[in-house]
């Protein structure tokens, strides 16, 4: 059985029980994100995907603005090139 301690991806909080923690699924090159539950997302895990822990509700939103970032600046990015 693995016993690596897991962490959250977001605040780095140690895994202690299983209380609502939630998993960030993304996939270089494919434009999204999805976030569900750990107990819905059992093993084994689909390769190509990075899969990220997180706590809980406060840190699922903090990736996800993390996320809408990175689209914010890719859409800025795309909107500026199209100007010149
Ligand atoms: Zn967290």
Redesign the pocket.
Known sequence: MDVTTQT?D????EKREVNHWLLAIVKPGFEGILIQPVEAAQPPRAPGFIYED???Q??AH?RLSRYLDELNLLFTATQESEKQ
């Not at 977001?10 to 909080?13: K, T, W």
């Open positions: 959250c977001v605040c780095g909080r997180l706590c809980g406060a840190c903090t």
